[in-house]
């Protein structure tokens, strides 16, 4: 059974920083992208950043682009969101989730089968 968990969110003030972890387990890792989305109270799900199952190809939304940074460890089954600059409108509810391969890399949530419970970022001005 695949399992992906979230953590390292928390409240910091604009223009801070945090570093969200996505642990994943229950399946060959690397075999697959992961994705970063977030979901802000009466909004829909939106894409951040993706990664490739190998780590070398990378996505981002305009919105967080030169100030978050997505990568991946596979060795430990981990991938990463290193989040600069932040703003208030970065607030939400962060998801990871993984695609299979081939799909390509996708901004598109619906490529996306398997993902983890979230972990909160609220960003204060």
């Known amino acids: 059974q695949v399992q992906l968990v979230e953590s390292g969110g928390g409240l910091v003030q604009a223009g801070g920083s945090l570093r969200l972890s996505c642990a994943a387990s229950g399946r060959t890792f690397s075999n697959y992208h992961i994705g970063w989305f977030r979901q802000a109270p009466g909004k829909e799900r939106e894409f951040v950043a993706a990664?490739?199952?190998?780590?070398?190809?990378?996505d981002y939304a305009d919105s967080v682009k030169g100030r978050f940074t997505i990568s991946r460890d596979n060795t430990k089954n981990t991938v990463y969101l290193q989040m600069n600059s932040l703003k208030p409108e970065d607030t939400g509810v962060y998801y990871c989730a993984e695609s299979a391969r081939v799909y390509g890399l996708s901004q598109n949530r619906f490529r996306y089968s398997y993902w983890g419970q979230g972990t909160q970022v609220t960003v204060s001005s």
């Open positions: 990664i490739s199952w190998s780590g070398d190809r990378t």
